[in-house]
């Protein structure tokens, strides 16, 4: 049996117990475990075993991700969205279009705490629709924002997908937090803008609501200001070299609980219940780990990720199209994946082709970061395009009385503001790399 053959069996053993409804995590650790006994043995196996648990679970970098998931959990027992919806509305709610546009920027403000796609689309459904509805917005504008809105916390740092990736790519979590950040805020932006544009042509969808007075921002401001703090005085932290990832996660997991408590928007009860949603996403994230781990160990002996990279690199097609077939692959794996099983599925195969193209006279590691970027950028699209986009299943989840179809058809012009952002970084690796300057 050739190398290639033997890759192949491996990947089809793992799509086939997925598609029995093994947990990822085991599917990936059976089939790499058994692909690599059939190409080295099964001592060699047991011999690579002893080690892994620790190979693994030992490095430091990976206690960032417990730390940022308590610090969204607080953030979400403690009401945070709500208070960031209201002073987002309160400044943009007068405007066409206003609330659907609060939504979002609340939604990227929420998600640089939560740092998940998927929680941040669900929080703020239930905080912003029934607003929305109050003031007659179509289910189809309503609805949509919020779930493009979501897929901000899969980019916005700090986004716990961009975490493992950077562990994945032994890349920098700090320059790609930094390299994010310009991204994110263009996403943002365009969103907005097509909110804009929504209403200018659709008049009726969205209903007006009075312009707030000077004493009610100034108490908005108020209200939001100290979790503002808290993110400013992660990222300053962290970008400016003052402590690492690790412990400005640890800075603002403290800082959220501290001012939930100070509040009193936290009770005792309450932040002993986050504890458990903590420990079983981690949990969950660090068994896929392991799995991906196992699995990527038996693709790397079979040389195929290798071979594909030498091979991709000998063809006389320009890169960016190559780059641009893998960004399509992972737009269409989002429709039936979650982001981090297309991520662990397709980054030890892309990856290394992806270095070895030569890309705008981008070094190695400019390469990774910015192909990191491109690669979440696509997964973001992957959560909302039909037709299973989650983000879109779990605001209608909320939303129970609208039609799944009524969403798509909502998203779709935001789907064509993400392919613009797509295009954009693909062509111009500036707009993402330009952060890293700042990075000490």
Wanted: glycine share 10%; net charge neutral; charged share 10%.
């Amino acid at each position: 049996m050739t190398n290639l053959e033997s890759a192949g069996l491996i990947l089809a053993g793992m799509l086939a117990l997925i598609a029995l409804r093994v947990p990822i995590g085991a599917a990936m650790f059976v089939a790499g475990a058994a692909g690599y006994v059939a190409l080295v043995g099964q001592s060699a196996l047991l011999a690579y075993l002893k080690g892994l648990l620790w190979a693994r679970f030992s490095v430091y970098d990976l206690s960032v991700i417990p730390l940022f998931l308590l610090m969204g959990q607080f953030a979400s027992a403690a009401g945070f969205s709500r208070t960031l919806f209201q002073a987002a509305n309160t400044f943009m709610g007068h405007r066409p279009g206003g609330v659907a546009m609060a939504s979002i920027v609340a939604c990227m403000a929420f998600g640089s705490i939560c740092g998940s796609s998927v929680a941040t689309a669900a929080t703020m459904s239930q905080v912003a629709l029934p607003e929305m509805k109050r003031l007659n917005y179509s289910d189809r504008l309503a609805t949509a924002s919020l779930a493009v809105g979501g897929t901000l916390g899969i980019l916005i740092p700090p986004s716990v997908i961009l975490i493992i990736y950077a562990l994945l790519a032994e890349q920098s979590i700090v320059k790609l937090f930094a390299a994010a950040l310009v991204p994110g805020i263009v996403a943002a932006s365009l969103y907005l803008v097509t909110v804009r544009i929504y209403v200018h042509f659709a008049p009726g969808q969205a209903g007006l609501q009075p312009r707030a007075g000077a004493e009610e921002r100034l108490a908005a401001v108020r209200a939001a200001w100290p979790i503002a703090a808290i993110f400013l005085v992660i990222f300053v932290g962290i970008y400016g070299g003052y402590f690492t990832a690790t412990e400005g996660a640890a800075v603002g997991t403290v800082a959220t609980l501290g001012l939930g408590l100070g509040r009193r928007q936290l009770d005792w009860p309450a932040v002993a219940h986050c504890f458990l949603p903590t420990a079983q996403a981690t949990a969950m994230i660090l068994t896929v780990l392991l799995g991906a781990n196992m699995m990527n160990t038996a693709l790397a002996v079979s040389q195929v990720p290798a071979d594909m990279a030498a091979w991709i690199a000998g063809l006389e097609v320009p890169p960016l199209l190559i780059v641009a077939g893998f960004l399509a692959s992972f737009i269409l794996l989002g429709c039936v994946l979650d982001e981090l099983a297309m991520m662990l599925l397709l980054l030890p195969i892309l990856l290394p082709s992806i270095l070895a193209l030569e890309l705008f006279g981008l070094s190695l590691e400019q390469k990774a970061i910015w192909f990191g970027i491109l690669m979440l950028i696509a997964i973001g699209i992957g959560l909302v395009a039909p037709p299973i986009g989650l983000n879109v299943y779990v605001v209608a989840n909320i939303a129970r009385t609208v039609q799944t179809g009524e969403i798509y058809r909502g998203v779709l012009p935001f789907l064509a503001a993400d392919f613009v952002r797509l295009t954009l970084i693909l062509l111009l690796p500036q707009i993402t790399l330009w952060a890293l300057r700042f990075v000490r």
